[in-house]
């Protein structure tokens, strides 16, 4: 292969000498993945060339400084395992209009404290509805309302130099309709029709939809799209111009290998593996979490070994619990979202019991080493319910029901609901759905502003504040979306979209409003006590040794109300105290002894000292960060 690289090798033999190194320590793996997926290819030898051919490409057009990086991650590969850790999600035009507008509010990501912002969708997508941002045109791209692939490096290479790393999607489930490749296959070229997985009737297509999950039931049925110019059904799992890719086909994987290298060498840092679940498909299955997905995630992952080695992964897999966790691996993704430790914060909101959430952490919260989990309590998409129903029976809840009542309760419709969310894709046969609404809206805040109840408004606050007090204390990268640190409320205005109407997704993703900057800047206004203790929590989370790292211990509080854990690092140790409901309750001096191991604590949290001596009383909505203070 070094023949094909020769001018390269000789004017920069340092630079080959390191890809030779990282390629050599990659390579049986590399291989083995790559032969078990397209081993019987008739042409796999020359697949397998083409796809080294192109990492060496990637690396040598790889900017010196990412790959100043690339050895700083090698040598630190837990980096983001650090309490300093803080991740915010925006999109750029309701954010800032435009990467040059990002730009200009960076101080405002600063003061936060962010030091890893995801961009939501950014590249050439069609004009009309296109997912917010999720059917791409070209992943070489920028969206032109927001800027150019230049303007996105230099950015990439400005939060660099602030300490933030630059997240942004890997869209590598489909492409929109309007993608050259999709172009290519409308107009008859066989090789790219390929690419897709079309259908001249209704024969596999019937037979596929037998077992797939529909996942917009109430937009359409089935996952396959008719295309009348070119007389195929298309897979289209999410939306209709949204085409999936065939990964049975090799030239797929390397296009998107090409795709992948080059996002990091323009600087992205993580790569969110988008909707990673669904790349493989097989007949007579739901075609979700198929292990040929791992292989080929794994076989990206060792990619960006050799070609990136500073790029990291992170999956974005919301499904069944026992799935999630097998895309997380030092070899695969090594970052994932937590979407359980999500749906069941909300889950103990609903009902203040924190039974089901404790017993999930214990049994669910290890992941591999190496590899931490991204806490989040709302992102673009809408909530699911994904908890097991194993568990829910083991701690004496009816998993079917208590969808229901979540759903009800989230939609404000059960009685007393504090929650003000939407409706999402409710399946008109099942009953089944999902729930959207922006954070502040689904904890009580919404309401609470309408109804002028001061009271109710300082509950809503107290549950924001818990709510992220838990991502920001429980381990793993704590993941903000921008406007819930300003209680941001949903905006109903998107009905009047016509391509976003029917996605009550929109609801809560909302543009953010800069006038109202007077409300959060005046810690007398609910918007400025919101953001004035997160701003406090986050930076109180910075300095605290113990929360880097994933290690967590759920502890016994004996109140099915308290949820309690231990996180323990480099010499300190802290017990979380959380109160899920709106009533004081009570934990015993025994058990503050026994898991604080201590005697006289301080509640770092609100600076306050506890003595073991006496029953511990926390009030409505109250958590704890308590550290045992040496006598
Ligand atoms: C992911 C995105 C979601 C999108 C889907 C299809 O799940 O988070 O917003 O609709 O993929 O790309
Ligand atoms: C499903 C998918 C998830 C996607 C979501 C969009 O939950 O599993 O990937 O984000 O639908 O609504």
């Not at 309701?94 to 939501?120: C, D, N, V, W």
């Amino acid at each position: 292969m070094r023949s094909t690289f020769n001018n390269d090798a000789d004017s920069d033999p340092g630079a080959w000498r390191t890809f030779e190194a990282r390629l050599t320590r990659e390579w049986e793996r590399l291989f083995r993945l790559l032969f078990q997926l397209y081993g019987h290819e008739y042409d796999f030898f020359f697949q397998l060339e083409q796809v080294l051919v192109l990492a060496a490409r990637a690396w040598f057009a790889r900017p010196q400084s990412l790959r100043d990086l690339d050895e700083r991650r090698e040598a630190d590969p837990e980096w983001f395992q650090s309490q300093r850790m803080v991740g915010a999600v925006l999109y750029v035009d309701l954010f800032a209009g435009s990467l040059s507008g990002l730009r200009e509010r960076l101080p405002y990501l600063k003061q936060l404290g962010i030091t890893y912002l995801h961009l939501m969708p950014i590249f050439d997508t069609p004009s009309d509805a296109n997912d917010g941002g999720y059917a791409i045109n070209s992943y070489r791209t920028i969206n032109p309302a927001l800027g150019t692939m230049r303007e996105l490096a230099e950015l990439a290479k400005i939060l660099r130099q602030e300490g933030i790393s630059l997240v942004l999607d890997f869209v590598c489930n489909h492409t929109s309709d309007e993608h050259e490749w999709a172009r290519r296959a409308c107009v008859g070229e066989r090789e790219y029709q390929d690419f897709y997985l079309l259908f001249p009737d209704r024969t596999l297509p019937d037979q596929y939809d037998a077992t797939l999950r529909p996942i917009f039931p109430a937009l359409r049925r089935g996952s396959f799209t008719w295309d009348e110019g070119m007389r195929r059904w298309i897979w289209t799992t999410f939306n209709s111009f949204q085409w999936d890719l065939n990964y049975r086909n090799p030239e797929v994987f390397r296009a998107m290998a090409a795709e992948m290298l080059f996002l990091a060498n323009a600087g992205v840092e993580v790569l969110r593996l988008d909707a990673v679940a669904f790349i493989w498909k097989q007949l007579g299955t739901s075609c979700e979490n198929r292990p040929e997905a791992h292989l080929i995630i794994q076989a990206y992952n060792a990619l960006a070994r050799i070609a990136a080695p500073a790029l990291c992964f992170k999956s974005e897999a919301i499904v069944h619990p026992d799935e999630v966790v097998r895309y997380i691996g030092t070899g695969e993704s090594q970052l994932s979202y937590n979407p359980l430790l999500m749906a069941l914060c909300w889950e103990a909101l609903a009902t203040r019991e924190v039974r089901l959430l404790a017993h999930a952490l214990r049994t669910r919260w290890k992941i591999a080493d190496g590899c931490a989990w991204v806490n989040y309590l709302r992102c673009h998409d809408d909530i699911g319910w994904t908890f097991d129903d194993q568990d829910a029976r083991q701690v004496g809840i009816d998993p079917y029901g208590h969808r229901r009542f979540l759903n009800a309760f989230y939609t404000g419709e059960f009685p007393g609901s504090f929650a003000r969310g939407v409706p999402f894709q409710v399946h008109p046969e099942t009953g089944d759905g999902r729930v959207s609404g922006t954070l502040a809206a689904l904890a009580g805040f919404e309401h609470a502003m309408q109804a002028q109840d001061a009271q109710q408004i300082d509950m809503a606050i107290r549950r924001i504040l818990l709510l992220h007090s838990i991502i920001l204390s429980i381990g793993g990268i704590p993941l903000i979306y921008i406007g819930d640190e300003v209680a941001t409320c949903n905006d109903y205005s998107y009905v009047n979209s016509p391509t976003k109407a029917d996605d009550s997704r929109w609801v809560h993703r909302i543009s953010f409003d800069w006038n109202k900057r007077t409300r959060w800047e005046d810690p007398q206004q609910p918007e400025g006590i919101v953001y004035h203790e997160l701003v406090r929590l986050i930076h109180l989370r910075k300095q605290l040794p113990a929360l880097a790292g994933g290690d967590m211990t759920v502890v016994d509080t004996g109140s099915s109300h308290l949820l309690g854990y231990i996180r323990q690092h480099r010499g300190q140790r802290l017990l979380v105290v959380v109160n899920f409901s709106e009533t004081p309750q009570d934990f015993s001096a025994n058990r503050l002894r026994l898991y604080g191991m201590g005697y006289q604590f301080q509640d770092l949290n609100s600076g306050m000292e506890v003595n073991a001596g006496a029953t511990l009383l926390l009030a409505p909505y109250q958590f704890m960060w308590l550290e045992a203070r040496a006598e």
